[in-house]
Structures are given as C-alpha cells and as structure tokens.
C-alpha cells in the first residue's frame, strides 16, 4: 500500500507540527535535518558545478521592495501583512528574486563579465489558508533552493540550457522520475508583461534550450502548454507525478523580463550603450519541503544510503559482542557515515525496530561474524543479505556515500 509522507513520518521522524509554532510551520526533527542537510550539499554541489556564486539576503524586506518587483500588486493576497518599525512598513518575502535584483544592481556590470549566477537556498513565506496546509507539501515557510541568472540576451538559450540539465541532473541522482518537461508560454490574455516580439523570442529560446538539453535522448517530450506562463515571462517545468497520481511541477526555468525592467537592472555593452540584461529563475533541487515529501513516498521511507538519517543500525547479539559492535560503530562514524548501535531488547525486535524505522543497512554481530572478522548484514532495499568482511564494509559504504549512488553493489561474499 502506497504511504503518504504524513503516514510515513510516524516511523521514520522527519518533522513535528505544534500549535504553538503555528500551522505550516513544520519542525525539522534530527532525522529531517540530516535529509535536508544531504539536499542542500547536493544544491550546493550543482550549483557550483554550474560557476554560480552563493550569496545570503535578509527574509524581510521593505513594503516598497516588492511594489516596485510587482509582487505587492499581483501576491499580496498571499504575503504575510506588513509590520511596522521606525515609520516604514517591513514584509517578510515571497520570493527571493528582488533581493538578487538589488545584489545585481549593487556595481557597475560589463558585457564581459555575463552571465552572473547569483546562488542562494533560503526561505520565503506564503500566507498559505490554513484549510490547503498539509504536511510538507503546503506551508507558509518554504526553503527554496534558488539561483538566478543575469545575462546578455544571446546568451539565454545557453544559460537555459545548462540550468535544465542541472535540473534533470538533480532529480537523476534523487532518483525522482520526471514525467515531462512542459514550456509554459502565453496566450492573448492581457496578463503578461513585455511585448508579443519578447515573448517570442524568449519562447523560441527556450524551445532550444530543451533541445540542447538532450530531451529527446533522455526519453522525455517537451510539452507545448500555452497559458501556462508566469505573467514576468515564459518557463520550462519539469513535471512529475506521485502515488496518487497528483501532477505538480518540482523544478523549473523562468525567463523574467519584468525584474530587469522594474529595477533597471542593465550592463554595459561593447558599444557603450546600457541594455538591461536578461533575468533566469533556475531552481534545481527545489524546496526542501516539497521535494522530502516526494523522496519520502517515491521511497516509501527506505531512502537511498547517501540521504538516509541512519545508514547502518549494528546490533550485536548479546552482551559479549557490544566491544566489537561499538568499534564497528565508532569507526563508521570516524569515516563519516551514519551509524548508530541497538542493544535494547531481543535481537529480532531490534531488527523489526530498526526496519519500521527505514534503516538503510541492519548489520549484525555474533559469535561466528566475530571469529571470521566479517559482519552479517542485510540490505533491505537492494535485496541483499549477506556476510560482509568488517575491513571491506566502510569502503563499499562510503564509496556509495561519496558518489550518491542509488544503491550499495556489493561484493560476493
């Protein structure tokens, strides 16, 4: 029976809820933390990867901010009511873009220098009804792996190229099937921003941005879907669906003509005259929220060795094996994988504690796995179960762990 990632958390803590912290406002339990420490290294390492820059912007910004970038007059409906302090009016942010849109702007920008990649996982805020709220899926604080680009308008295709092979990379190694990539144009409504001889442009460069992208060889269609544009510009979503069958789009590229043309975000041309540059939202790995609850069920909780919060559970089977499995367990830790020790209760408890749990790898220690040197362990998710040499067990794992392999291979035993 397929689990929602509600159900799921009950086994394996990932998040707490209280009504003291507030609805949508999940707590990231110690096993959540790992989970979300593992996404954003792996945001990290693409974005830099890709030659972007990390850069850090407050939560709050001025009510004025997000006038002048236009969320004020199309999302105030959804933003948290402003707060006054010292005569101005403070908004916590709906988007990080306005804030990168200031850092852009901050000097004096050469043709030379595009593109600029300006890198950031950080929060933004939704005033999320409390009826739409659910579990990780929908909150009012979202941690958003983000990156925006600032280029010349001959460099889009390119630049909208390398971030949608980011993108597939990203759900490549999560292990998250994408369904389709869909390029969100507009239609004769009034809605967009930017003229008609723009968004053509823009459309026909992202066309051969998934072109260039390998769509075609990695399998997958590129969906024409007039309509379903962001009113700043057009966008390719990668669209994915979960166990019941909800479509919802996990990663995507935006082209936006409306930040560089609201703050005058421009560079200096070899010709000396100042164009404004073209802005690009590339999200990769997406929100830490959204993108657990999907690992979370697409896995049904037994995650792959690099993210899960416990990598091996060591239970020795009696008293006179705890020495040895707490030297398994120190040294798994020294080579900087997951490792926890059970000695509480018998041992086919532990093993069915440690299963309800989600444990990647149950390893287990007894008379015979201490007179060869070698450790039982069983893989649930790769379908082995075997006796493994102790001096080969770190190796095989923190080979998997370094690499983010879907799954341990093992040696014969």
Avoid at 11 to 23: K, R, S
Avoid at 339 to 351: F, I, M, P
């Amino acid at each position: 029976m397929h689990q929602d990632h509600r159900d799921i958390n009950r086994d394996l803590p990932v998040f707490a809820t209280d009504p003291l912290a507030g609805a949508g406002l999940p707590l990231w339990l110690p096993d959540g933390a790992v989970i979300r420490d593992e996404l954003q290294r792996l945001a990290r390492d693409l974005a830099r990867a890709d030659g972007c820059v990390g850069v850090y912007s407050p939560v709050l910004g001025k009510r004025a901010l997000f006038e002048r970038s236009g969320h004020w007059a199309k999302f105030s409906d959804d933003m948290f009511p402003p707060m006054a302090l010292g005569g101005d009016e403070l908004v916590l942010r709906p988007a990080n873009c306005p804030h990168h849109a200031l850092i852009y702007a901050s000097q004096q920008r050469s043709y030379r220098e595009l593109p600029i990649r300006l890198n950031e996982l950080a929060a933004m805020f939704r005033a999320e009804r409390s009826g739409v709220l659910s579990g990780l899926t929908r909150v009012r604080q979202i941690n958003l792996d983000d990156t925006h680009v600032f280029c010349r308008p001959d460099q889009v295709a390119a630049e909208a190229a390398r971030a949608l092979r980011s993108a597939l990379r990203a759900q490549e190694i999560l292990g998250l099937p994408v369904g389709y990539v869909r390029l969100s144009r507009r239609d004769d409504s009034p809605v967009y921003l930017g003229s008609r001889e723009q968004w053509e442009a823009a459309e026909a460069a992202l066309g051969a941005a998934a072109e260039a992208a390998g769509l075609a060889d990695r399998g997958l269609r590129l969906v024409d879907a007039p309509g379903e544009a962001a009113f700043y510009g057009p966008k390719l979503d990668l669209q994915v669906r979960d166990g019941r069958g909800h479509e919802e789009s996990i990663a995507t590229v935006q082209l936006d003509f409306n930040q560089p043309e609201r703050f005058d975000l421009t560079y200096q041309a070899a010709d000396g005259t100042r164009p404004r540059v073209v802005m690009i939202h590339r999200g990769t790995v997406g929100s830490m929220e959204r993108v657990t609850a999907a690992l979370l069920e697409h896995y049904q909780g037994r995650l792959p060795l690099w993210l899960a919060p416990v990598q091996v559970c060591v239970l020795p089977v009696g008293p006179q094996h705890d020495a040895a499995a707490r030297r398994v367990v120190d040294g798994l830790i020294a080579a900087g994988l997951r490792a926890r020790g059970e000695t509480a209760g018998s041992v086919g408890a532990r093993v069915r504690a440690s299963r309800q749990r989600r444990d990647h790898l149950i390893a287990v220690l007894g008379d015979a796995e201490l007179a060869g040197d070698r450790i039982q362990v069983t893989d649930v998710a790769g379908g082995f179960r075997g006796s493994v040499p102790a001096a080969d067990l770190i190796a095989l794992l923190g080979r998997a762990y370094e690499n983010r392999m879907p799954r341990v291979t093992w040696a014969p035993a």
